[in-house]
């Protein structure tokens, strides 16, 4: 790799550090301010899934037009709606009915800046290497993105026991216009030359054609499907999970910490069994099987055990279930981005947040009500069985291997 791919890669992975210590401190936070808001894990889940249904949205109604913008014009857009949602939580009323209200509006804005920024930050990875070095372009990235999200965890927790929500606020804001001066400076000064096209398929039926003629593609799809529904809802009740493990639902910041912590991990131990040529069936057993082992874990731990030691279980079988979770989505986005074309990347990387969105949209949906009707440690054994029974369906793919992207398909 020369320098200056270097050095333009290291920019990129600087500016996705930004934003996701932002994003980190945004979404998490705003979990937290619907359950102290209402007091119901059934609104914990609701406010998840208006976020996942507005990304599913803006996924769908921005595919072709970001396909046509210069990168520094989709960051522009994303930090403009970020901001935007800020202002709204700013001027959001305390303890009233009207809080629920601005909470989702501010959600739906911010979770639309994420679909922009993802994309965005994404196809500038991918710009910034060699075809044969996406990968490990697309693992380094998704690593800063994963330490970043852990700090931004460790900062939300400090911040909610010594000070208020607007503080908070302030900070993301701030996070979110030195994220915008990065991108101009990185993003900004070398225009995007945007060939002319008379290709206007949506998205959506992108992919559908990506996944008909590419094998790998369709065990992507599967892969997606298994995130969205059974591992979306761990992440959306992280507040609940906070309060039931220690008795204070502040200490969400922390648990999320513990969580992108053993995401950060998961994504190195993800590189190697790219490295040594494990196919993309294996990888994906390995992660399903092992997501829905510590997840069954966790719930053994919930009802067996109480106090001192209920709260380091559940901070490890947290971490555990971090790193294979997001060894699923790490092996997950590396296969979506090798088997897409390059001048198509872009409509297929927002399809698939758009179906991601969309099935997590439902699924959260359901795991907040059932947690309010039954029990969070109900919802996370059915996650958990799923989990392990779609490890095993994975075994009808064995025949799978990492099948070389055709080089012509990642310009």
Same mark, same amino acid.
Do not use: D, H, Q
């Given at each position: 790799m020369s320098s200056e791919p270097s050095l333009r890669l290291r920019s990129v992975i600087a500016t996705t550090f930004v934003w996701k210590l932002g994003d980190g401190l945004i979404a998490t936070g705003l979990g937290y301010i619907a359950l102290v808001a209402t007091g119901s894990s059934f609104w914990v889940g609701v406010q998840y899934a208006v976020s996942l249904a507005t990304a599913a949205l803006g996924a769908a109604f921005l595919g072709r037009w970001m396909d046509r913008q210069n990168l520094i014009t989709i960051v522009r857009a994303g930090v403009a709606l970020c901001l935007l949602g800020v202002a709204i939580m700013a001027v959001s009323p305390e303890a009233t009915d009207a809080t629920i209200l601005f909470l989702l509006a501010a959600t739906g804005l911010v979770s639309v800046s994420f679909v922009l920024m993802s994309v965005a930050l994404s196809a500038a990875v991918a710009a910034a290497v060699p075809p044969d070095r996406l990968l490990l372009g697309t693992t380094q990235a998704r690593s800063a993105q994963l330490a970043a999200r852990a700090l931004g965890g460790l900062v939300l927790s400090v911040l909610l026991y010594a000070t208020r929500t607007p503080v908070?606020?302030?900070?993301?804001?701030? @996070?979110?216009?030195?994220?915008?001066?990065? !991108?101009?400076?990185?993003?900004g000064a070398s225009r995007q030359v945007i060939p002319p096209s008379d290709d206007n398929e949506s998205a959506l039926k992108v992919f559908v054609r990506a996944v008909r003629d590419c094998r790998p593609q369709r065990l992507v799809l599967?892969? @997606?499907? !298994?995130?969205?529904?059974?591992?979306?809802?761990? *992440?959306?009740?992280?507040? *609940?999970?906070?309060e039931t493990l220690t008795g204070n639902s502040k200490n969400v910041g922390w648990l999320?910490?513990?969580?992108?912590?053993?995401?950060? *991990?998961?994504?190195?131990?993800g590189y190697v069994s790219t490295r040594i040529n494990i196919p993309l069936a294996a990888r994906t057993f390995l992660a399903c099987g092992l997501s829905g082992l510590w997840l069954l874990a966790m719930v053994v731990s919930l009802s067996t055990t109480s106090g001192t030691l209920l709260v380091i279980l559940g901070g490890a079988f947290t971490f555990l279930f971090g790193h294979a979770s997001t060894m699923l989505l790490s092996v997950f986005n590396v296969a979506a981005q090798e088997f897409s074309p390059g001048y198509q990347r872009r409509r297929i990387l927002s399809a698939l947040i758009l179906l991601g969105a969309t099935v997590g949209t439902a699924a959260v949906l359901l795991a907040g009500w059932w947690s309010e009707v039954q029990s969070l440690a109900a919802v996370l054994l059915t996650c958990a069985i799923a989990l392990i029974a779609f490890a095993l369906i994975q075994l009808r793919w064995r025949r799978a291997s990492n099948i070389a992207p055709d080089p012509a398909l990642l310009h």
């Open positions: 908070i606020l302030l900070l993301v804001a701030a @996070l979110t216009l030195i994220l915008w001066l990065a !991108c101009e400076r990185v993003l599967a892969m @997606l499907l !298994c995130y969205g529904i059974f591992v979306s809802p761990f *992440v959306a009740l992280l507040p *609940v999970l906070a999320s910490a513990v969580y992108f912590a053993g995401g950060t *991990v998961s994504i190195l131990s």
